[in-house]
């Protein structure tokens, strides 16, 4: 089914060696092998035929909606992908294209009646056709299918809403190549597709180190490529809380970097309409009780630690669970947050809350011998989920938990989301799932980790297997998604994108493509021309698979 | 004698902890303290006192040669230390230093006349003193020693040769900071400095992926900005030939990933003199008899595997020993080579022979006979080396050698250098320095393969002392430096900066600073800051000591 061949290699005597590595004519090796137009993530159902058609001209080929459904987000989009398609990036002014198109018509690169007549039949365009635009925003019940027939004249793609379409674009964009006569060409194709898991989702961590927007944006780009649809924005944490809250400017005044380190609201709201024109949520994390510190600019918030004299030391711990000042705090701030970031999810952490500072705490003992907890203090994180997580459902926002919420055991509405990061993650899932939550997987998928790049820890990434776990069809059938992950202590706007693409590929690939489609070294074909394909639309994804290069159509 | 300071934190209340980082008012964790205006790598010797200058306006601030010595090399580097010390980047257009300084100016960051009359000084300028500019290109002799002393009205800068010039105009501008008050300023300082290797490298390898040119001078910037002196260019290897020779165009035509993947000869003459520009040597290597899969082209050089019943297989080993035409190749070859790069350092490498394709040929066999090797390739390999060696000697020409050379026996030339890459390497530098050699180390900075990056590799990296090894005075003597080293399989345009550096820097102070310069946390303030220079210097160097960030000068 997949085509293989390798771009560029100036010898023609190449042979395949078991490990998809290949070696010239002067036996050079280990070059990851290179597939051509072969999709990323891999499609359910994909039939492809030898026949090969040439693209038209880009003065006459037209994407289109068939359907009358008014459909900005797609308008966008067709013009997005019509530049991917002939000129292998998004946005190129309209002097280069000017310029790129006169040389690509001189080298023969597209269906010219005149040259070609009857002999080879072009393509024309895509012809897209939807049922239904009126979703302002992608959710989780969004349905993301779609077919994509490429034959002659017209290639058509078909989906019930804008979301499903823009997946299908992605595709089609990437079933083009170059043939070996420099023509930019695709194969006889018909494809069905949906995703596997609902939630396909990457972390981004803002806090540690501060992401300027360009950098943001680029990475919407990268996940609209591999069709995932989950921006996780970990905007702030201890050390600092670059949002501008409308409510609270103070906060992020006190508690960023710098005032350069911010991210206004319009800036926000851009981040939000760059995701929906490329189908992706954005789940927004503001983490409490624990990683708070930066939030101490809020009078009262956060616990006081205490010496053995009862003299405050000057440190912070958690937020302070006791004061009802916190409520009437968390309460406005959480529906600004709700308010400002359109998804139904929002995540709010509750991870790693140490109880050091809170033991400490006079006033805090005296609450715990009060309510009976003892030295209990997973019951006074529990007192602090139940009242907040209240504000949260109050709000009706549907609140995304990291697992320790329910692994100490508060008793947590089952609608309530548990995000999965502990070893072993098997186990874990069997015992959330086994309570009943919903789930999302990200344990393996924590890429800053990621061991020595030398040693290709994609395959490691690519290899899990999100539903191998010991549970029920019910069990199993709660595990919605998972999320890869950048927590951003080492990573900033010089290498973000770098250590995190096309890592994340391999999650997802695993989130989107059906169960069967596992083998590795078949996949590092495929991966080292999606990183390829990712560097030539402007992101600098390294490479992952060994030895090798790209080499883009029409750069000779 | 470090003045340290956090830059741009809001709170004015901060309290530092133990391990060098640093907690805000609300108790903000992990954050790395930055020095402010401490160089790196860290000088032999430097007194600081806290009286400071601040600079005068670029208007009048002269950066001047006292001495009579024409010295194109300096005018140059005069003019790149102006920018970086007002404007914090070597480049930088007339109109963008305009604009720059008109707000500098309105934010008072000079000293001015009339605002601070005689109750500041102003720095107006330094004095370039050298005695010598007559050598065309830095070599493993050049006198690198320089002293500055930093006191009104000018800054005074004194140095046998351009070279030492040039290491003390690095450290001047790195004495440059921003005050609390937004000036410019620099403490009063003298310091005496030399380096303590000759001899501190940077391999890169342009063969598993290549590298364009502008990344390539990225390179010899980041490397000027630290002291390090020897660009090690890996230019060639199995997996390609970039390298365009005058005498065989053919071997990067058909050895080369692509006709757009070749250094021409200008592009090498380019970076040797953009190199020689910064006081860097450029050391090629032409690795033999193994990793050479890519000079295939060269009719009958490797050679060609057999199997059982003696027929060719088609695949092709080293380089093949026992024919006369390989040696006729090899001089005309080395030749130009040696014409082409200017330094009489030549890296032959030597390293990582199979003896399987040479064992499969009958040819082979037949000569081992012949000779009465036996079945001992190695001395096939020390036969090869010895006729080799003999070639670039004659064109007086000093080879480098990977340590398998003499770990397989050959005998070499005493003044033969041996590169030592394998571990243990305190029992190998003993090896190889008790046969009477000299050695440069690299084991320890294979910078390509160290650990994961959210556990800080570089304070490893920082915490080897290349003389700590079993050995005679006289064996340590003949150590004269080492290598940081970044093998290409995982690195290419898009994250060899970022992979570089700064974990480079921990291996340029290694080697040019004192014996006792070692505290890893004093270091990891430094870096910070030095890492953010890079990066304000247009340098992709990414994060090494967690979370944080860099406010610039001017940024706001």
């Known amino acids: 089914m997949l085509a293989l061949s390798v771009i560029g290699i100036l010898s023609a005597v190449i042979s395949v060696h078991g490990n998809g590595q290949i070696q010239s004519e002067f036996g050079r090796p280990v070059q990851q092998l ?57 946005e190129m002014s309209e002097e280069e294209k000017l310029m790129k198109l006169r040389d690509m018509r001189q080298h023969g690169r597209f269906w010219n009646a005149s040259l070609h007549g009857k002999n080879l039949v072009a393509l024309m365009g895509l012809s897209v056709n939807i049922s239904d635009c009126s979703e302002m925003f992608p959710s989780l019940e969004s349905s993301e299918n779609y077919t994509l027939d490429v034959s002659e004249p017209f290639a058509s793609l078909t989906a019930h809403s804008q979301w499903g379409a823009l997946r299908g674009l992605e595709t089609f964009s990437q079933l083009v190549y170059e043939s070996s006569l420099a023509m930019l060409v695709v194969n006889k194709t018909s494809i069905t597709d949906f995703p596997r898991f609902a939630h396909r989702g990457f972390l981004v961590d803002t806090s540690r180190h501060f992401l300027p927007m360009d950098i943001l944006l680029q990475f919407l780009d990268a996940m ?60 927004p994390e503001f983490d409490t009780p624990g990683h708070t510190q930066s939030w101490g600019s809020v009078k009262g918030l956060l616990t006081p630690c205490e010496d053995k004299s009862g003299k405050p030391t000057g440190d912070y711990g958690p937020i302070n669970p006791i004061l009802n000042s916190t409520y009437a705090f968390l309460k406005p701030f959480f529906q600004e947050i709700f308010k400002v970031f359109p ?22 003992q005296n609450f715990m011998a009060k309510m009976g907890y003892g030295q209990n203090y997973s019951k006074l994180e529990a007192y602090y989920e139940k009242r907040f997580l209240g504000i949260v459902e109050d709000l009706l926002a549907k609140p995304i938990v990291w697992q320790e919420v329910v692994d100490n055991g508060v008793q947590v509405n089952l609608e309530t989301v548990v995000h999965v990061w502990k070893q072993p993650w098997q186990s874990e899932l069997h015992n959330v799932t086994k309570k009943g939550y919903k789930a999302l997987l990200s344990t393996p998928w924590y890429l800053n980790l990621a061991g020595n790049p030398y040693g290709q820890p994609w395959r490691q990434i690519y290899d899990i297997e999100p539903l191998k776990f010991t549970g029920t069809a019910a069990q199993k059938a709660l595990v919605f998604g998972g999320e890869a992950c950048m927590w951003g202590e080492y990573v900033d706007a010089t290498n973000v994108i770098q250590r995190s693409w096309p890592r994340g590929c391999a999650v997802a690939e695993r989130l989107w493509s059906a169960e069967n489609v596992r083998d590795v070294n078949e996949a590092a074909s495929r991966l080292a021309e999606q990183r390829c394909r990712m560097v030539r639309r402007g992101l600098k994804a390294e490479p992952v698979t060994g030895p090798g290069f790209c080499e883009f159509p029409g750069s000779n």
């Open 34 to 90: 290179q597939s051509t137009g072969a999709p990323w993530p891999q499609p359910q159902t994909m039939t492809s035929a030898t026949v090969t058609f040439p693209l038209a001209d880009p003065s006459t080929f037209r994407i289109y909606q068939k359907s009358q459904t008014l459909c900005p987000v797609l308008d966008q989009a067709f013009a997005r992908y019509f530049n991917i398609i002939f000129f292998g990036t998004p």
């Open 224 to 283: 609209a490529y591999n069709k995932l649809n989950v921006f996780h924005w970990h905007i702030v944490d201890d050390q600092s809380f670059p949002y501008q809250s409308k409510e609270f400017p103070y906060m992020s005044q006190k508690g960023a970097y710098s005032p350069h380190y911010v991210y206004s609201q319009s800036d926000v709201q851009r981040v939000i309409s760059y995701a929906r024109d490329r189908g992706i949520r954005v789940v």
């Open 343 to 364: 998804d139904s999810f929002i995540h709010v952490g509750g991870d790693e809350v140490s109880f050091d500072c809170w033991k400490s705490n006079k006033d805090i």
